[in-house]
């Protein structure tokens, strides 16, 4: 079983929709946890961190479970322009030495249509 | 700043060769990391390094080597080309203090081996 499970999509909705992503990680000793947005042929970039309390950044919403080990992306009022691949990350961090193994998801394939 | 620089942008191999992809960042950034994205299987740590002289492996490191002789510069070498290295390459680089782990990735080299 993979670490860090993603439903690859893609999910298909119209253009002001509200979608939701989960994400699901398997190693409880996880420390850190992020959202990437990655389109088509380009580097994937930060869209924003997961927080134990949730946070928001204008439409977009995260929030952890650490109980039940998933993290979550909501958007809402879907854009055009946020058709991309959305890949949730998980940091398993090491005390010493500042090093830490970040594992990848495969990524949800997000596509708004007008 | 330039961020995360790389280069080649694109590159076609024979089996066989030997090349070293080149990674550089201007943040003074500790962590540095290559990873591989293949269609279908998201991105894989290949090898990373927390500083300069420090280097560990990832998910994925047979066929690849890395050496950090400056906390800039991060290169990949490829030993002897396999069409299994066939990939998009990202390097990234982040800072190692703090609970963020942000990761900042270069634009990629799209490798093909033949």
């Given amino acids: ?114 | 700043n330039a961020g995360v620089t790389q280069t080649p942008k694109f590159q076609v191999l024979k089996t066989g060769q030997s090349m070293t992809l080149q990674c550089a960042q201007d943040m003074n950034h500790e962590y540095m990391s290559w990873y591989r994205q293949d269609p279908g299987m998201g991105l894989r740590l290949i090898h990373y390094s927390v500083g300069a002289g420090i280097t560990d492996q990832g998910e994925v490191p047979n066929g690849y080597n890395v050496s950090r002789s400056t906390t800039e510069d991060f290169p990949l070498r490829l030993l002897s080309a396999a069409p299994s290295q066939t990939s998009v390459y990202f390097c990234a680089s982040s800072l190692t203090s703090g609970f963020s782990y942000e990761q900042y990735f270069g634009p990629g080299t799209r490798l093909t081996v033949t």
């Avoid at chain 1, 439903?7 to 398997?26: I, L």
């Avoid at chain 1, 420390?31 to 042929?41: E, G, K, N, P, T």
């Avoid at chain 1, 952890?64 to 993290?71: E, K, P, V």
């Avoid at chain 1, 890949?87 to 010493?96: A, E, M, T």
């Fill in chain 1, 1 to 114: 079983r993979k670490e860090v499970e993603q439903d690859p999509g893609p999910f298909n909705v119209p253009e002001g929709a509200t979608v939701a992503f989960n994400c699901t990680y398997s190693n409880s000793a996880s420390q850190s946890f992020f959202w990437y947005r990655q389109d088509c042929r380009k580097e994937p970039k930060l869209l924003m961190s997961v927080y134990s309390s949730g946070n928001e950044d204008g439409r977009f919403t995260a929030q952890l479970n650490r109980a039940s080990q998933y993290i979550s992306l909501l958007i809402r009022d879907s854009k055009l322009s946020d058709s991309a691949t959305y890949l949730c990350v998980v940091n398993v961090g090491f005390s010493s030495g500042g090093s830490y193994i970040p594992t990848f998801g495969r990524g949800t394939s997000l596509i708004v249509h007008p």
